[in-house]
């Protein structure tokens, strides 16, 4: 996670938290003169638009104070998804058994996108199974990865 990402986490998930929701993740894409500041929440019970209004409301204040992103910017806040985007090596654990695409930042083996069964977290390595093939690829390279839904 890039250190702009790095410090919103560590000041937006306690507010997350404050209201009763798991702070998922979140992503911060630049579009030019305008950012969009994506945030994802989970809830046991699942997340509602009053949970999303609630976090959107908190966030915004703590921005307006902190304003730790310069120019103009658009704030959403969901929940993952089916298709939950995975973060943290804890995301990769719970999801273990599920089928997954990740890109990574830099080619491994001679490629930088995979997309396969998740067979196991160890260390700090995630395991996928593709075609009878397991590969081995390091958390710190994966630059994005998520969950393919069964339908």
Not at 84 to 89: A, E, Q, S
Request: contains cysteine; glycine residues 8%; aromatic residues 8%.
């Amino acid at each position: 996670m890039a250190g702009k990402e790095t410090r919103l986490e560590k000041m937006l998930a306690p507010v997350v938290e404050s209201l009763g929701c798991e702070f998922w993740g979140l992503e911060l894409r630049m579009q030019g003169k305008q950012s969009l500041l994506r945030i994802f929440i989970e809830k046991e019970a699942g997340v509602g638009v009053e949970d999303c209004e609630n976090v959107s409301r908190q966030v915004s204040a703590v921005l307006d104070v902190e304003d730790p992103i310069s120019g103009e910017y658009t704030l959403e806040v969901s929940s993952p998804g089916m298709d939950r985007p995975l973060f943290t090596l804890d995301h990769f654990t719970r999801f273990v058994g599920e089928h997954v695409s990740l890109r990574l930042r830099t080619a491994f083996d001679g490629r930088r996108n995979f997309s396969g069964k998740l067979t196991a977290v160890e260390d700090d390595e995630v395991i996928l199974l593709i075609d009878a093939e397991e590969y081995i690829l390091p958390f710190e390279l994966i630059d994005k990865a998520q969950v393919v839904p069964k339908f």
